[in-house]
């Protein structure tokens, strides 16, 4: 006799650890706020300084295009500790990233910011918190973000 040997029990997914909630300043709220991973190009530096300059001239411009989206975009410090720090601001149209003097900050941002490859990438891990959906985002913003040399990707364990 041939006996059914398929399972009728659903497959086990893996378990993926969702990542602690992010909290903003201020009792501030947005919709979506959620841990990305971004890619971008810079071109070869003939410093330290002046490759600390195109950094901050590129996160600027990825800032620009995110403000021309979702007006209300904040860039929240990545670390809760820092997020935490009354003296330390979020990014947002009030405060840009060319208003921040050290590159060092700008680090508690865009966190893990990578060296620039050969290729002349970079990669860090940012937040974003917008009123706006990852979705409707990526529509509004895809075209400028790839003629600007931008990846963005969302990471999965944020959004389980």
Not at 12 to 21: M, V, Y
């Amino acid at each position: 006799m041939d006996q059914d040997t398929s399972s009728t029990r659903p497959a086990q997914l893996p378990h993926l650890k969702t990542d602690k909630a992010i909290i903003l300043k201020k009792n501030t709220t947005r919709l979506h706020i959620h841990r990305y991973t971004l890619r971008f190009e810079t071109i070869a530096e003939k410093n330290a300084e002046e490759g600390q300059q195109l950094v901050k001239d590129t996160l600027q411009r990825f800032l620009d295009i995110a403000l021309q989206v979702d007006p209300k975009t904040i860039i929240p410090p990545y670390l809760e500790l820092d997020r935490n720090d009354k003296a330390i601001s979020d990014i947002s149209s009030a405060f840009p990233i060319s208003s921040i003097d050290s590159y060092h900050v700008i680090k508690k941002y865009f966190f893990r910011m990578s060296q620039r490859d050969a290729e002349g990438k970079r990669w860090c891990s940012v937040i974003l918190a917008q009123a706006v959906p990852f979705s409707v985002f990526m529509d509004k913003a895809k075209s400028s973000l790839e003629n600007n040399e931008f990846s963005l990707w969302p990471k999965a364990s944020d959004n389980v």
